[in-house]
């Protein structure tokens, strides 16, 4: 099993939809948790931190789920600008500040 | 702030040949800084983990000699890149942590690597 698994899709929605993707990780150590954008053949830029409480800027959630180890990103009213890879990165406690990376979800907004 | 920067962005070489990738913190001091590499719809597999100063710790199934790093400054840390072979083509990206809350991750733009 991978450490950090997501859905590739990807997932076709229009304009003004609301889509919410997940990602399951297998080391109950993990403490510390982030959702990526990753636009093609570029570098990934940080969305979110992760917060046990959930947390919410604008038009994206996070939540997180340790009982059932995963992660969600809700995206709201998604736009064309949305459309990019979305990846979840996991830390690891006494892991030296690594992340360990999902495949990441593509998502394509479409008019 | 939190600006990573890296450089050349696209180094195109013939099979055989060194190349070195700088990855510099502009505006914070990198305590640490992570080399990834990713093939094409894949995801981001770290391959190093480098503290400057000290040598670097890297992952398993990474050949060390292959894939020097330097860590000489706060702000600095290099990737060679040696003997370089088509199978080494990727997009190389570093990633910088110490900036205000310490352990979260900034991505250089990164570097295509096209090994001919």
């Known amino acids: 099993r991978k450490e950090v698994e997501q859905d590739p899709g990807p997932f076709n929605v229009p304009e003004g939809a609301t889509v919410a993707f997940n990602c399951t990780y297998s080391n109950s150590a993990s403490q510390s948790f982030f959702w990526y954008r990753q636009d093609c053949r570029k570098e990934p830029k940080l969305l979110m931190s992760?917060?046990?409480s959930g947390n919410e800027d604008g038009r994206f959630t996070a939540q997180l789920n340790r009982a059932s180890q995963y992660i969600s990103l809700l995206i709201r009213d998604s736009k064309l600008s949305d459309s990019a890879t979305y990846l979840c990165a996991v830390m690891v406690t006494g892991g030296g500040n690594k992340l360990t990376f999902g495949t990441g979800t593509q998502l394509k907004v479409e008019l | 702030g939190a600006v990573v920067s890296q450089h050349p962005s696209r180094v195109i070489c013939k099979s055989g040949t060194s190349v070195k990738i700088e990855c510099r913190s502009l505006?914070?001091?990198?305590?640490?800084m992570f080399w990834y590499r990713q093939f094409p719809k894949k995801s981001l597999m770290l391959m190093a983990t480098s503290n400057e100063g000290s040598k670097a710790t890297y992952e398993q199934g990474v050949e060390k000699d292959k894939f020097l790093i330097n860590h000489a400054s706060l702000t600095l840390s290099t990737l060679t890149v040696t003997s370089a072979h088509p199978e080494d083509s990727s997009f190389y990206i570093c990633s910088a942590s110490g900036g205000r809350d310490g352990y979260t991750q900034y991505f250089g733009p990164g570097t295509r690597l096209t090994v001919l």
């Open positions: 505006d914070f001091q990198a305590t640490t």
């Open positions: 992760v917060y046990s």
